[in-house]
């Protein structure tokens, strides 16, 4: 079976400090794999999303970015972060179009 | 842009008591539309997924509707219980690769 694995479950960081936070997906290949955060009184904003190693693609332009080194590794990071970085953030895969999303349990940031 | 809307944002209900959860979309042309269940600090969990050319979906208590023509879907719960407390996230897929999501709606099932 699938599983996603997402850490770490919770983060302070001060202002400033760099960021990375990682996701693996096990017993599949090839999947389409996605950043999303919720932050506070909004709703579930998609980051980047990639169809394949080193394919990335960016919805939301800001101090963040992403890379897939590996075929099941998605990491998010930031060189510098700011306070309006801190949310929740929830890496997802799944096969294809017809498939659903599956989420994992998700990252607490809180910048300080 | 896809807009997805929820309604009602909370709702609490007796134990017992069947739940509807209400979600409408703007664009029509969907490739499916996904159910989620949150409880607070978790991730996401998948309920239900239903493909465009599906009127509705089951799962144990669990039935949602999609009318894609009027941009509605529904997600009935039976018999609620307290363990059914938790927010119910709305999610269509467009032709590409992102879902657009509602605001959620917040159940509270009283014991």
């Known amino acids: 079976s699938q599983t996603i694995h997402q850490w770490p479950a919770t983060l302070v960081q001060p202002v400033g400090s760099p960021l990375s936070l990682e996701c693996t997906v096990e017993?599949?290949?090839?999947?389409?794999l996605y950043w999303y955060r919720q932050a506070a009184g909004r709703g579930l904003q998609l980051l980047f999303y990639s169809v394949g190693i080193g394919q990335i693609s960016s919805e939301v332009p800001q101090n963040l970015s992403a890379s897939r080194p590996q075929d099941r590794q998605f990491i998010l990071s930031s060189k510098k972060l700011l306070l309006s970085d801190s949310g929740f953030y929830l890496c997802?895969?799944?096969?294809?179009?017809?498939?659903?999303?599956?989420f994992g349990s998700g990252t607490r940031l809180t910048v300080v | 842009k896809q807009e997805v809307t929820q309604i009602p944002a909370a709702l609490s209900v007796p134990e017992g008591e069947n739940l509807v959860l209400n979600c409408s979309f703007t664009d029509s042309a969907i490739y499916n539309l996904q159910w989620f269940r949150q409880d607070p600090g978790k991730g996401l969990t998948s309920l239900l997924l239903i493909q465009s050319s599906q009127r509705e979906q089951t799962s144990g208590r669990l039935n949602a509707s999609l009318d894609k023509s009027s941009g509605r879907s529904t997600l009935y719960i039976a018999a609620s219980q307290p363990g059914d407390s938790a927010t119910y996230l709305c999610?269509?897929?467009?032709?590409?690769?992102?879902?657009?999501f509602g605001a959620g709606t917040t159940v509270t099932v009283r014991a």
């Open positions: 999610a269509v897929r467009g032709n590409d690769y992102k879902l657009s």
């Open positions: 017993g599949t290949s090839n999947p389409n």
């Open positions: 997802a895969w799944d096969r294809g179009m017809s498939y659903g999303y599956t």
